[in-house]
């Protein structure tokens, strides 16, 4: 059983920036053993992946929409994962999730796809004003 927690979502002009955290309590395996990542869903659209982090923390992936704005990072030691949000834009007004997929092996490689994830957080909302 995996709990996930985000944190760190609010309203921030745009231009802004913000830092989400990301919390997962496991009881089976170890955190590194979970492939991290962050989607996002805004009114009237469909979930979007944004950065995905494999379980070592090497290896990384964004979305072409954040990339070179956003930051997916992880600290194995506190169970935590981080999405460094910079230079914000409106359209990046949505809830972000946390998600986590248990990988048993091969932990280097990210997974984009949401139907990966079997744990998900409640989600945090990010409102960017114009």
């Known amino acids: 059983q995996v709990q996930v927690v985000e944190s760190g979502g609010g309203l921030v002009p745009a231009g802004g920036s913000l830092r989400l955290s990301c919390v997962c309590a496991?009881?089976?395996?170890?955190?590194?053993?979970?492939?991290m990542a962050w989607f996002r869903q805004a009114p009237a659209k469909e979930r979007e992946f944004v950065a995905g982090?494999?379980?070592?923390?090497?290896?990384?992936y964004q979305a072409n929409s954040v990339k070179g704005r956003f930051t997916i990072s992880r600290d194995n030691a506190k169970n935590t994962v981080y999405l460094e949000m910079n230079s914000l834009k409106p359209e990046d007004t949505a809830v972000y999730y946390c998600?986590?997929?248990?990988?048993?092996?091969?932990?280097?490689?990210?997974?984009?796809?949401?139907?990966?994830?079997?744990?998900w957080g409640q989600g945090t909302q990010v409102t960017v004003s114009s």
């Open positions: 998600a986590a997929k248990l990988v048993r092996y091969c932990t280097g490689s990210v997974y984009s796809g949401g139907t990966n994830y079997g744990y």
């Open positions: 496991v009881s089976e395996y170890f955190f590194s053993n979970y492939a």
């Open positions: 982090i494999a379980g070592t923390g090497i290896t990384t």
